[in-house]
């Protein structure tokens, strides 16, 4: 349907941003697909070590999901988002196709391994969600094809993860977050992947501040190399949400948080987390 009706066509999922703009005359489109009213586009499934979230899954089904507790990022992501209402109806699929800068759900799964599964008239294929964000509300996909499937490999034993966003209240975006999945070998790290939100086009993966605890110790000394990354790599803009210079010392923190937490998770603690507001 999408493609016979053409550019001017969009699919609607949970309409949480797609409603918002044509309310504001920011998004005009002649037609709207309900996805909605395709069957079987609603799941969360575990197969093979791979955990798989349907298109149409909602952010509160995440929320409320036993298995998608087994990864706690994802838990403390469709948690954080907004407010009942918008959790009720918004859609992880309808997220990373927004590829908004200030959305929450390509940060936290840029931290593990992503893919997304795409649908067009030539079939379907997979991407990696780095390849799949193309800029600031772009991605890779054209104006009739649209995201199926998101699959995320389950982190091995011994790994840890926190999101952690800081709001001004609920039923807005995070002024900046900050995503970090760890796996521990007893004391030394060895993976990291730490990701940022809000201070940058599209979410920013910290490779300096990856490097800094991965082989290592995480101690005082290394955290603070991580965190200094982390503040290097923020290319925030100053706006009503805070300065450049405050959003880039608030992601350094954020990032430091986030570590204390995803390691107290790698050793198997229950960690309970919610935004932090201002
Ligand atoms: C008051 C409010 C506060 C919010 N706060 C937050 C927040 O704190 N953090 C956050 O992350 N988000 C926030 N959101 C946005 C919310 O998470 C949206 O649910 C999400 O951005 C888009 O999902 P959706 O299902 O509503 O998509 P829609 O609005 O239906 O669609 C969004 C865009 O994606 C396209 N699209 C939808 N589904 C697909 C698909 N399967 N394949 C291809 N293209 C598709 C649509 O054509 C449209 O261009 C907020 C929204 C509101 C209204």
């Given at each position: 349907?999408?493609?016979?009706?053409?550019?001017?066509?969009?699919?609607?999922?949970?309409?949480?941003?797609?409603?918002?703009?044509?309310?504001?005359?920011?998004?005009?489109?002649?037609?709207?697909?309900?996805?909605?009213?395709?069957?079987?586009?609603?799941?969360?499934?575990?197969e093979?070590?791979?955990?798989?979230?349907?298109?149409?899954?909602?952010?509160?089904?995440?929320?409320?999901?036993?298995?998608?507790?087994?990864?706690?990022?994802?838990?403390?992501?469709?948690?954080?988002?907004?407010?009942?209402?918008?959790?009720?109806?918004?859609?992880?699929?309808?997220?990373?196709?927004?590829?908004?800068?200030?959305?929450?759900?390509?940060?936290?799964?840029?931290?593990?391994?992503?893919?997304?599964?795409?649908?067009?008239?030539?079939?379907?294929?997979?991407?990696?969600?780095?390849?799949?964000?193309?800029?600031?509300?772009?991605?890779?996909?054209?104006?009739?094809?649209?995201?199926?499937?998101?699959?995320?490999k389950?982190?091995?034993?011994?790994?840890?993860?926190?999101?952690?966003?800081?709001?001004?209240?609920?039923?807005?975006?995070?002024?900046?977050?900050?995503?970090?999945?760890?796996?521990?070998d007893g004391e030394?790290?060895?993976?990291?992947?730490?990701?940022?939100?809000?201070?940058?086009?599209?979410?920013?993966?910290?490779?300096?501040?990856?490097?800094?605890?991965?082989?290592?110790?995480?101690?005082?000394?290394?955290?603070?190399?991580?965190?200094?990354?982390?503040?290097?790599?923020?290319?925030?803009?100053?706006?009503?949400?805070?300065?450049?210079?405050?959003?880039?010392?608030?992601?350094?923190?954020?990032?430091?948080?986030?570590?204390?937490i995803?390691?107290?998770?790698a050793r198997?603690?229950?960690?309970?987390?919610s935004?932090?507001?201002?």
């Amino acid at each position: 349907m999408l493609s016979q009706l053409g550019e001017e066509a969009r699919p609607l999922a949970g309409g949480q941003s797609l409603i918002p703009l044509m309310k504001l005359r920011l998004a005009s489109p002649l037609h709207l697909v309900d996805l909605n009213f395709v069957p079987g586009c609603a799941y969360v499934k575990e197969e093979n070590g791979t955990m798989c979230f349907g298109a149409l899954t909602r952010h509160a089904a995440i929320e409320h999901s036993e298995v998608a507790a087994r990864i706690p990022i994802l838990h403390d992501c469709a948690a954080g988002i907004a407010d009942v209402q918008v959790r009720n109806r918004g859609t992880i699929g309808g997220s990373v196709a927004e590829a908004d800068p200030s959305g929450d759900w390509a940060v936290a799964l840029m931290t593990l391994a992503t893919e997304i599964r795409c649908l067009g008239n030539n079939g379907e294929w997979n991407l990696p969600l780095a390849d799949f964000v193309k800029d600031a509300y772009t991605t890779v996909l054209a104006p009739d094809e649209l995201v199926k499937e998101i699959t995320v490999k389950v982190p091995p034993k011994g790994s840890g993860g926190a999101y952690l966003a800081l709001k001004r209240s609920a039923p807005v975006y995070a002024t900046a977050s900050a995503a970090v999945q760890l796996t521990m070998d007893g004391e030394v790290c060895r993976q990291a992947a730490i990701a940022l939100g809000c201070v940058g086009l599209t979410p920013i993966r910290v490779k300096d501040a990856e490097a800094a605890l991965r082989s290592q110790v995480i101690n005082e000394k290394t955290l603070a190399m991580a965190m200094e990354a982390a503040r290097a790599a923020a290319d925030p803009q100053s706006d009503m949400r805070g300065s450049a210079q405050y959003k880039r010392t608030l992601v350094a923190g954020l990032v430091k948080r986030a570590v204390d937490i995803a390691l107290r998770r790698a050793r198997g603690e229950q960690v309970e987390v919610s935004p932090i507001y201002a």
